[in-house]
């Protein structure tokens, strides 16, 4: 596996004077997809090309941004920042940092011949090749108190009831790192036949807890012996962050769901963390729903193109032709869609 290119930008481009207050913004935050860990872990997991655009002066970093050229035989070609997660794009001290950084990614772009380049932003970037933008999902966040039982009585009395009548079906919760991955991932293949996407590699999982080491665990939630869901947990930069989770859906009457993600918040609470990220959701959606029962609230998610040819929407999953591979996807035999679906769905951005 190649090493991750560095494109290093010579911060005298921008002029000597305008240094000192380059150096003194954030105008573009750091985000939990600028952790090194992130780009480190999805080269080894999906094993494509990552390049690093990178801007400092004197040792200080004025700016980044992490990219794969996610590719496949059915789709082409895509420049991302990030693929997997739900955020990425271009983190610097203001604008014209962040310009010169979008201008590279956008040069590297023609050069690979990709047909778009994705950035996963939270804020906005004015810049004239950014020509397509995506506002129609939010991130769902909540603020985590200092203890759990301030969590608990922070909740309405419905969901109070209902994480109580989920504990009344003999549920086991266990945690731990590549000995529960067999267990997660069965759950996890069969959640992803049954809503009609192709399912990741066990290599992404491996990777992901490998390179984050303790700031990654696993949770299964077993009733009788058997796994009937599961989440994958990423802690640090005082956020806990919820990449993948899943439950078997002839379990959804026993409040398996409601009864782990009670346990998720409190995990999070307990490493120190101060926000819970749900992940994203379209507004209005089950999901949001879900999501908001909890406390959390939305926060935007800006996602930005440099469009070369095609259309983002040829990816979206609501699209016709999507929906009818998404009904065919769900009719398979879930053996079949664990070893077929992570060759596909390593070229999808």
């Known amino acids: 596996m190649s090493e991750t290119e560095t494109i290093q930008l010579e911060s005298e481009s921008f002029g000597q004077d305008e240094v000192s207050d380059l150096t003194q913004g954030n105008r573009f935050p750091l985000l939990a997809a600028h952790r090194a860990e992130w780009l480190e872990s999805l080269k080894a997991g999906y094993r494509h090309r990552s390049f690093l655009i990178r801007t400092s002066h004197q040792g200080t970093t004025l700016g980044e941004l992490p990219l794969m050229l996610v590719s496949g035989p059915i789709f082409g070609k895509f420049l991302c920042s990030l693929p997997y997660i739900n955020t990425g794009g271009a983190w610097a001290t203001n604008d014209r940092v962040a310009h010169a950084l979008v201008d590279q990614a956008c040069t590297l772009a023609d050069q690979t011949d990709a047909k778009y380049l ?7 970037l004015q810049h004239p090749l950014l020509n397509f933008e995506r506002t129609d999902k939010v991130h769902m966040r909540l603020e985590l108190p200092a203890s759990d039982a301030e969590l608990d009585k922070s909740f309405k009395s419905k969901l109070r009831s209902q994480v109580r009548k989920s504990g009344t079906h003999n549920h086991e919760i266990r945690w731990g790192g590549r000995e529960l991955l067999a267990a997660f991932y069965s759950v996890f293949a069969t959640n992803m036949r049954d809503l009609g996407t192709p399912v990741f590699s066990v290599r992404l999982f491996e990777s992901i807890l490998d390179v984050f080491q303790s700031d990654a665990e696993i949770c299964v939630l077993e009733n009788g ?6 989440a994958l947990l990423v802690h640090g930069i005082k956020t806990t962050e919820i990449p993948s989770a899943s439950t078997l859906r002839s379990w ?41 029962q909890w406390g959390a609230k939305p926060h935007p998610a800006v996602w930005q193109y440099y469009v070369r040819k095609g259309s983002v929407e040829d990816m979206r999953p609501d699209s016709a032709k999507n929906q009818r591979l998404i009904k065919t996807w769900q009719k398979l035999p879930v053996w079949l869609t664990r070893l077929i679906g992570p060759s596909i769905v390593r070229g999808i951005p």
């Open 252 to 292: 959804n009457h026993t409040g398996a769901n409601m009864w782990m993600y009670r346990h998720l918040l409190q995990r999070a609470i307990e490493r120190g963390s101060e926000t819970f990220d749900f992940g994203r959701s379209s507004v209005g959606s089950g999901t949001y729903k879900f999501k908001a």
């Open 225 to 230: 012996g058997q796994p009937v869901a599961g």
């Open 118 to 124: 994705e950035l996963r932003h939270e804020v906005p």
